[in-house]
């Protein structure tokens, strides 16, 4: 979940605004008598109305929200669910009205506001209150559920519970095969209960996106980019075609170096998978853990920024010992390690704040670092997965994060900054265009900052050491990049495309995790190394299942980030190859980062995106330039391999044939 938990989630534009693009000018309606409800109510009087009502009623669904992802209890659940259930049924109840004034004269910006309105959640509820009622419970309840996750594994004195963290630990820095496939399948195993509550769920807002007009919820997710729905899924299938074959020598490098690491038999799965449970990842969507195994020059640049994070967490271990005297006792030295790890975490997200600060942007208020949640609390179940509130649409924004001092963590949190100062350049929209240009764009924002932390930034701030110039230390840079970035592409693609099958009823339940399984073989080229039979449900280990976040949103993301990054070093002034800028410190290109953000959504994203890019089509021309010296390096490296994968009989990978790469 960003941003927006639940109601908003992705209140984009609807499709019937098409590709029109059309600016926004004064309304020549708004001139003429317009006509008005019985109340005596103009649309455009409407239109205002919801926006100061959906405003004065959001801070209790937030708060509501915030209470049950960071205090995990039956009590939260409850609050939560009724609250959702109130904004839920508000909703409905909005966009009954609207109905009044279809075909009426109004603004263009009202016009486009009640379009919003109908896409203003990602999970639509069904009228009839019970079935309303019941759909907020099973959310909070599987949202609760993937918190408080928690697997237990041994007998006797060496029986262990653990949640995610503890088990990412072990993906994250164990290369012991059976502890690795301990830890995966010990966390998915706590989404088997899940499994009976998503089949009602999918039927419920199913219900919902059906009273709405829509074929099921699923194309209402797709219905909410400013195109023609079906165009939406087909540009999707284009910009994977652009990117496949870089993925697909990523791919065949790591899995001739998982063999070299595990052995032949054990480094791949069938015929080229890989293994589900060896990716450094617990859903293989980033494959930055795997360094020590990938990394192509051993020495070359050093961009140890997990070390260097660890050295500064010892750092103020030792000055909160210190404090504490000589010989402190076990309490005292618990107290000083809650303290480091909260003080490295709060370093952590400083040094994120001070590259927007660097491109002109506010400083974080005080009631941020106040109110958010930094690391994980020990006397309570929270979701840890990393999300960023806005809580009144006025200043109280945080961000809850279960912050380790590692890079992974440490990019997170410039990605959650990205939605914080996204929120802060809309505040003054009105409400319903509080949101991104579509939800790629919010997710793109952080990840922008991200590309531009190249090696040198992290030196000048004195992150890494002095970094070489050589072509090897250009090839593990690159690697270290793309270990996160297209390792990543068709994991963004792959859970959309089963929930949009599940939703639209082509995957049924008896198929739940044989599908999914299939398009993880397709997509991804892994595969696990035990049966996954339908006693599982493997889509309820990712968050975004049960907290039922589109993903799509990130697939699109990995892509106009690239393109907002090479615009921003257009702008500032770069000029050598894309990927040795940084717009750190460059307030031009701060300047047309804020343009962009302060728009929110309230034109369509393809006007958004031609204001900063000069173009209105999301592209991967510009991953492709950034990563070519890579893609020839696996190329050269690939050589007399035999690259791709079979996906299997049930799901080719296409039309039958493994993809040779
Ligand atoms: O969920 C997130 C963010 C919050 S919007 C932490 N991300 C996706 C994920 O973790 O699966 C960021 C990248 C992809
Ligand atoms: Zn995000």
């Given at each position: 979940?960003?941003?927006?938990?639940?109601l908003?989630?992705?209140?984009?534009?609807?499709g019937l605004?098409?590709?029109?693009?059309?600016?926004?000018?004064p309304?020549?309606?708004?001139?003429?008598?317009?006509a008005?409800?019985?109340?005596g109510?103009?649309?455009?009087?409407?239109?205002?109305?919801?926006?100061a009502?959906?405003?004065?009623?959001?801070?209790e669904?937030t708060?509501?929200q915030?209470?049950s992802s960071t205090?995990?209890?039956d009590?939260?659940?409850?609050?939560?669910?009724k609250a959702?259930?109130?904004?839920?049924?508000?909703?409905?109840?909005?966009i009954?009205?609207?109905?009044?004034?279809?075909?009426?004269?109004m603004?263009?910006?009202s016009?486009?506001?009640?379009?919003?309105?109908k896409q203003?959640?990602?999970?639509?509820a069904?009228?009839?209150?019970?079935?309303?009622?019941?759909?907020?419970?099973?959310?909070?309840?599987?949202?609760?559920?993937?918190?408080a996750?928690?697997y237990?594994?041994?007998?006797?004195?060496?029986?262990?519970?653990?949640?995610?963290?503890e088990?990412?630990?072990?993906?994250?820095?164990s290369?012991?095969?059976?502890?690795?496939?301990?830890?995966?399948?010990?966390?998915?195993?706590?989404?088997?209960?899940?499994?009976e509550?998503?089949?009602?769920?999918?039927?419920l807002?199913?219900?919902g996106?059906?009273?709405?007009?829509?074929?099921d919820a699923?194309?209402?997710?797709?219905?909410?980019?400013d195109m023609?729905?079906?165009?939406?899924a087909?540009?999707t299938?284009?910009?994977?075609?652009?990117?496949?074959p870089?993925?697909?020598?990523?791919?065949?490098?790591a899995?001739?170096?998982?063999?070299?690491?595990?052995?032949?038999?054990?480094?791949?799965?069938?015929?080229?998978?890989?293994?589900?449970?060896?990716?450094?990842?617990?859903?293989?969507?980033?494959w930055g853990?795997?360094?020590?195994?990938l990394?192509?020059?051993?020495?070359?640049g050093?961009?140890?920024?997990?070390?260097a994070?660890e050295r500064?967490?010892?750092?103020?271990l030792?000055a909160?010992?210190h404090?504490?005297?000589?010989?402190?006792?076990p309490?005292?030295?618990?107290e000083?390690?809650?303290?480091?790890?909260l003080?490295?975490?709060?370093?952590?997200?400083e040094?994120?704040?001070?590259?927007y600060?660097?491109?002109?942007m506010p400083k974080?208020?005080?009631?941020?670092?106040?109110?958010?949640?930094?690391?994980?609390?020990l006397?309570?179940?929270?979701?840890?997965?990393?999300?960023?509130?806005?809580?009144?649409m006025?200043?109280?924004?945080?961000?809850?994060?279960?912050i380790?001092?590692n890079?992974e963590?440490?990019?997170?949190i410039?990605?959650?900054?990205g939605?914080?100062y996204?929120?802060?350049?809309y505040?003054?929209?009105?409400?319903?265009?509080?949101?991104?240009?579509?939800?790629?764009?919010?997710?793109?924002?952080?990840d922008?900052?991200?590309?531009?932390m190249?090696?040198?930034?992290?030196e000048?701030?004195?992150l890494?050491?002095?970094?070489?110039?050589?072509?090897e230390a250009?090839?593990?840079?690159?690697?270290?990049?793309?270990?996160?970035?297209?390792?990543?592409?068709?994991?963004?693609?792959?859970?959309?495309?089963?929930?949009?099958?599940?939703?639209?009823?082509?995957?049924?339940?008896?198929?739940?995790?044989?599908?999914?399984?299939?398009?993880?073989?397709?997509y991804?080229?892994?595969?696990?190394?035990?049966?996954?039979?339908?006693?599982?449900?493997?889509?309820?280990?990712?968050?975004?299942?049960?907290?039922?976040?589109p993903y799509?949103r990130?697939?699109?993301a990995?892509?106009?980030?690239?393109?907002?990054?090479?615009?921003?070093c257009?702008?500032?002034?770069?000029?050598?190859?894309?990927?040795?800028?940084?717009?750190?410190?460059?307030?031009?290109?701060?300047?047309?980062?804020?343009?962009?953000?302060?728009?929110?959504?309230?034109?369509?994203w393809?006007?958004?995106?031609?204001?900063?890019t000069?173009?209105?089509q999301?592209?991967?021309?510009?991953?492709?330039?950034?990563?070519?010296?890579?893609?020839?390096?696996?190329?050269?490296?690939?050589?007399?391999?035999?690259c791709g994968w079979?996906?299997?009989?049930?799901?080719?990978?296409?039309?039958?044939?493994?993809?040779?790469?």
């Amino acid at each position: 979940m960003n941003h927006r938990p639940l109601l908003l989630a992705i209140a984009v534009a609807a499709g019937l605004l098409s590709l029109s693009a059309c600016r926004k000018t004064p309304s020549p309606e708004q001139e003429k008598p317009a006509a008005r409800a019985e109340n005596g109510e103009t649309a455009d009087q409407f239109v205002a109305r919801i926006n100061a009502e959906f405003k004065a009623a959001y801070p209790e669904l937030t708060s509501a929200q915030w209470l049950s992802s960071t205090y995990i209890n039956d009590d939260s659940q409850l609050v939560a669910a009724k609250a959702n259930e109130r904004a839920l049924a508000q909703l409905n109840a909005w966009i009954e009205e609207a109905k009044k004034f279809e075909g009426q004269p109004m603004s263009d910006d009202s016009r486009r506001a009640l379009n919003l309105l109908k896409q203003a959640t990602a999970m639509p509820a069904p009228r009839d209150p019970e079935k309303l009622a019941e759909l907020t419970r099973i959310a909070a309840k599987m949202e609760g559920a993937y918190g408080a996750g928690t697997y237990c594994s041994g007998e006797g004195a060496a029986r262990k519970c653990r949640q995610l963290g503890e088990l990412e630990d072990v993906l994250r820095s164990s290369r012991d095969y059976d502890a690795q496939l301990d830890a995966w399948a010990g966390w998915h195993s706590i989404a088997q209960p899940m499994r009976e509550d998503y089949v009602r769920f999918v039927e419920l807002v199913n219900e919902g996106a059906r009273e709405l007009g829509y074929a099921d919820a699923g194309a209402m997710w797709r219905s909410a980019y400013d195109m023609d729905p079906d165009a939406f899924a087909a540009e999707t299938d284009r910009l994977w075609e652009q990117v496949r074959p870089l993925y697909e020598q990523l791919h065949c490098y790591a899995r001739e170096k998982l063999k070299q690491t595990y052995g032949v038999e054990k480094g791949q799965v069938g015929e080229g998978l890989l293994p589900a449970h060896l990716m450094g990842n617990m859903w293989q969507q980033d494959w930055g853990n795997l360094w020590d195994i990938l990394q192509p020059y051993r020495g070359a640049g050093s961009l140890d920024i997990t070390g260097a994070l660890e050295r500064q967490y010892q750092q103020n271990l030792g000055a909160a010992l210190h404090q504490r005297g000589p010989n402190p006792g076990p309490r005292a030295r618990f107290e000083a390690e809650r303290e480091a790890q909260l003080l490295t975490a709060r370093q952590m997200t400083e040094r994120a704040q001070d590259f927007y600060v660097s491109l002109g942007m506010p400083k974080l208020p005080s009631s941020y670092w106040e109110k958010s949640q930094f690391i994980k609390p020990l006397d309570r179940d929270v979701v840890c997965h990393a999300s960023a509130w806005d809580m009144d649409m006025e200043g109280d924004v945080r961000i809850k994060m279960c912050i380790k001092p590692n890079e992974e963590d440490f990019t997170t949190i410039y990605h959650e900054l990205g939605h914080i100062y996204y929120d802060l350049a809309y505040n003054p929209q009105p409400p319903l265009f509080q949101n991104g240009a579509n939800d790629g764009f919010h997710e793109a924002i952080g990840d922008t900052i991200v590309l531009a932390m190249t090696p040198k930034y992290l030196e000048s701030i004195g992150l890494v050491q002095a970094q070489s110039q050589s072509r090897e230390a250009l090839i593990n840079a690159q690697m270290r990049m793309a270990l996160a970035k297209v390792a990543f592409l068709p994991f963004g693609l792959m859970i959309d495309r089963w929930r949009w099958g599940v939703f639209d009823g082509s995957i049924p339940p008896d198929r739940y995790n044989q599908a999914w399984w299939e398009l993880k073989a397709r997509y991804q080229g892994v595969a696990p190394v035990q049966p996954r039979g339908e006693e599982f449900f493997d889509p309820g280990a990712k968050y975004h299942v049960p907290g039922n976040t589109p993903y799509t949103r990130y697939f699109l993301a990995h892509l106009l980030q690239f393109q907002f990054y090479k615009s921003l070093c257009e702008a500032a002034g770069h000029t050598g190859p894309l990927y040795e800028c940084t717009f750190y410190g460059n307030a031009e290109a701060g300047r047309r980062f804020q343009a962009m953000l302060q728009k929110g959504a309230s034109q369509p994203w393809q006007a958004t995106l031609k204001e900063l890019t000069g173009s209105e089509q999301i592209d991967a021309g510009a991953v492709l330039e950034y990563f070519a010296p890579l893609q020839e390096w696996l190329q050269q490296q690939n050589q007399g391999k035999s690259c791709g994968w079979q996906a299997g009989p049930a799901s080719p990978a296409r039309d039958g044939d493994a993809p040779e790469a």
